[in-house]
């Protein structure tokens, strides 16, 4: 079982930046991806960014693509998500999942979730 600790969400005006952590721990952490999703209200979840933690390859949403960068730090077994020109739109709840298989953008392929920090970007 992993366990996924979400932090540093919070309220910023457009244009502003914020870094979210998401810290795993569990019995036995074998992970083979690490990412980060995000749901408004009304809307379903969608993908933002993955890592893959053998190689540090990144993948990420059209829609944030040259804003957001996400990294990880193997010995503390966290994951970041710096989110630079922040937008309304990028208003939501953001989620950390992990899984030990698969990278995928199908939320339902995660095995792991974090319970989610709010992102709230005032215009």
């Known amino acids: 079982q992993v366990q996924l600790v979400e932090s540093g969400g919070g309220l910023v005006q457009a244009g502003g930046s914020l870094r979210l952590s998401c810290a795993a721990s569990?019995?036995?952490?074998?992970?083979?991806?690490m990412g980060w999703f995000r749901q408004a209200p009304g809307k379903e979840r969608e993908f933002v960014a993955a890592i893959r933690w053998s190689d540090g390859a990144a993948y990420y949403a059209d829609s944030v693509k040259g804003r957001f960068t996400i990294s990880r730090d193997n010995a503390k077994k966290t994951v970041y998500l710096q989110m630079n020109s922040l937008a309304p739109e990028d208003t939501a709840v953001y989620y950390c999942?992990?899984?030990?298989?698969?990278?995928?953008?199908?939320?339902?392929?995660?095995?792991?979730w974090g319970q989610g920090t709010q992102v709230t970007v005032s215009s």
């Open positions: 569990g019995y036995a952490f074998i992970t083979y991806a």
């Open positions: 999942a992990a899984d030990n298989r698969v990278l995928s953008s199908n939320s339902n392929s995660w095995a792991y």
